[in-house]
């Protein structure tokens, strides 16, 4: 691999010289200019990973050099410094796209750490670019992973997707991404036009689920005052997602499985058999075959759905998928914020490293969610972490702050609405007083409440 290329930009030797020495000994390859003249041909003349630029520099600006920079190459990170710091000028120099901002003087360590950090996000920004770029003309876009079983996964999801199978059954643990794999097979196949349609077999009283998956005709109950297409119609052509298929209550299974094996079903209380096209996707955290043994799931629907199985591993299985994700995640939040984190510093992501994960993918998208809303950033810090990983990792040990913790621990997301919930009891509806137990602000226990408000509204 070859030596990444800094180029420093200062009108003072020994700055430059300083700078120089200290990054020559993390084995970067260092280019000097004194101004911006020289700054702009030595950028030209190599291909430059990172550039340190002064702000006031004898021929014209660091913000306006930053600008042409930026407009020849955007994904160079750029380090703006200077002795003459003030609010508005790291607000604009951030506003250009600058990666940070030092004030002078500054020890050389703390440079190196920044030039690292900016190399390294912008390695795995690409990483995630290239990823989806490799995955955008397949529908595979949303399938995040690097690791040796990621990579297995998405090349079955891409053959399956053009093939003529059509029952598939993702495995695995809650939250390791089994409804993403379900849409990319839909994306990456010849149905991505038709209707793509999930039921969560648990989400439904088992009273209306065979309505919903099969449709009812007028009649077929006291409140069924006109007839109405099912799930399995409207998808025709398409793909039906059964999430939680483990759940489905075994009365309903004889008819799922004459779908599978017909292509055919009748509305209930209907005569008529209704014929459709589908590509039936299911998915489960629990185990089939214990399941069959006890005698809740049929033995001939689990060996029809068990003929193309897809097992998503856990996170703690393909750590080294957790950078590629992080990336993914916080560009996703920047855009939904309007933030500009750049990244995780070191110790936040050896954590992130040694979290075991038990809520898999799902956890860390939380975990990063929370920690760009109250964290005061650009850079991510362990600390901006510390309620998830506490939460997740060693329920004993809790958030510090409230007592009342669930037993398991699992979701994050849950265990942060139930710890809102709780400090909402305990202070009689004080959102402010809530907050500060929490050690939030009122409008970050604001944005909480709402956001769960609206989850509970959509379930």
Partial sequence: M?????????????????????????????????????????????????????????????????????????????????????????????RLGAFTYVNKPFESDEMVLSVRTALETTRLRREVQTLRRLHQAEGLTDVIGESVAMREIV?????LASSQANTVLLLGESGTGKGLVARALHNASARRDRPFLTITCTAIPETLLESELFGHERGAFTDAKAAKPGLFEVADGGTVFLDEIGDMPFGLQSKLLQVLEDRTFKRLGGVRDITVDVRVVAATN??????????????????????????????????????????????????????QATGADDDAMAALMRHPWPGNVRELRNAVERAMILGPGPELTKSDFAFSLEAGGDPDRGSGRLLDLPADGLDVEELERDLVRQALEKTGGNQSRAAQLLGMTRDQIRYRIEKYRDTSRGS
């Fill in 155 to 159: 090349e079955l999801v891409r053959k």
């Fill in 286 to 339: 629990t185990d089939l075959e214990a399941a069959v043994r006890e005698g809740r799931f049929r033995t001939d629907l689990f060996y029809r759905l068990n003929t193309f199985p897809i097992t998503l591993p856990p996170l703690r299985e393909r750590s080294a998928d957790i950078p590629v994700l992080l990336r993914f995640f916080i560009d996703k939040f920047n855009r939904e914020f309007n933030k």
């Fill in 2 to 94: 070859s030596k990444e290329r800094v180029l420093v930009v200062d009108d003072e030797k020994l700055i430059r010289f300083t700078l120089r020495e200290s990054l020559a000994r993390e084995g970067y390859v260092v280019h000097e200019a004194a101004d911006v003249a020289e700054a702009i041909r030595e950028f030209e003349r190599h291909s430059i990973d990172c550039a340190i630029l002064d702000h006031r520099l004898p021929d014209g600006d660091g913000l306006d050099l930053l600008r042409t920079f930026k407009e020849q190459a955007p994904d160079v990170p750029v380090i703006l410094m200077t002795a003459y710091s003030t609010i508005q000028k790291a607000v604009e120099a951030m």
